[in-house]
């Protein structure tokens, strides 16, 4: 029987992955009750950040290997005066790549620090490499099959073309990653989308409400972004501007400097506010609820307000939001997805505008309640960066973009309106929604 110190370092990164995977489960379905909140805080994000960085440790080998072990087979490329640097630059790309998770427990403030940025931009470059490093790996053995005996060559033929496949990773990987930096620091664009509302009050035609997503505050998004954007939404003046969760990643307490823009925020008809998945892992929610509220902002915690008519008084439609999946899974105390709570005397004879964060929660909300009209949702970013993009398309039931379901209903889910951790966008743009409805 092998002993774990006989696997090889991979398995043993796997085996760790594993066990910390399984105190995550164990901490959610024995210990959620019975830790202190803020303990509970602590050691959710501790053992998300170790089993990353555990999963990681598989890829950083194939890194290390391919990147630095190969050459370092070849006499005359180890002994040239720049091996060292390569080595030493290879080993703080892959430090900070690790680090990166680790910034949310320890650099969170009310803009970013430069080692948050520097960490999380060489997470994505880690992403990317490794997508790269596996896809001409797989080209070269489906070369080699292919092409049978016959594709024997000579040994420096065959030096070459295994140096050629990290120089050409390492090349495209730099490349995309500038790419992804210029997009995700662009401002976000504003889209405008007209939505058909049935039922909605003829005197509501052209309302405006203008989605947001996925701000995330935290270790790469900090108040000088949410600044901007509070003045991109207050120049398209909308009637009611709403925000469908993941605003953050961190503690009220710690970035609350940050979130002050959001106090200006002056849309007629209200601003509206309902729980990501991120919301549950800061485990800070109430204080959230508390902070939203003080900027005049409205946490719809499984519930509705009816959005009346500044024309007639009698007419008016019913907006609703749900709490996100996450706290379901998470056990979080007085939160979990009720939607019969949430449209608790909305009936099918006005209107029903839906916040629901994740897409699988708006799918899950239709099969319940096929009468809703309009659904909000965000949480995929749109892939964020390649190649996540495939990835979040088949995860989700709705990827983004405007949906039809049915004769009288529609889904639309916003990119986002920055980003989670990593500062770049490959494939995708982060957007400010201006939704137009229509009555019919």
Known sequence: MISFKQLPLEAKAAVAAGVVFFSMMLSRSYLAE???LRMRRWLLRLQMALFANALMLIGSLHVW??????????????????????????FMFLALA?????TLLFLVAEEPYFFSLAAYTCLGAYIILIFFLFTLGSVEQAYKFLAGRAAKAGTGNKNSRTAMKPVL?????????????LNASQP???????????????????????LLSDIHLGPTVGK???????????????DITVIVGDLTDSEAEIIRPAVEPLGELNSPLGTYFVTGNHEYYTSDVSNWFELLKSFNIRPLHNENVKIVSPKSTDEWFCLAGVDDIEADVLRYSGHGMDLRKALRGCSSENAIVLLAHQPVAAKWALQERPDINL?????????????????AYFLNPFFVGLYKVGQNTFVYVSPGTMYFGIPMRLGSRAEITEIILRSP
């Open 65 to 90: 290997r391919s990147t630095v072990t190969t050459f370092s087979r070849s006499s005359s490329v180890a002994n040239s005066f720049c091996f060292m640097p390569w080595k030493i630059a290879v």
């Open 375 to 391: 659904i909000l949702s965000g949480h995929t970013h749109g892939g964020q960066m390649f190649p996540l993009n495939a990835g």
């Open 224 to 238: 000088t972004k949410l600044a901007m954007i509070v003045r991109m939404v207050k120049a398209l003046k909308p």
């Open 98 to 102: 690790h680090s990166s998770f680790f």
């Open 188 to 210: 976000p664009t504003v889209n405008s989308v007209e939505v058909p509302v049935h039922k909605l009050p003829s005197t509501m035609n052209n309302l405006k409400v203008v």
């Open 169 to 181: 990773a390492v090349m495209l990987t730099v490349v995309l990653t500038v790419v992804g930096l």
């Open 34 to 36: 019975q830790l202190e």
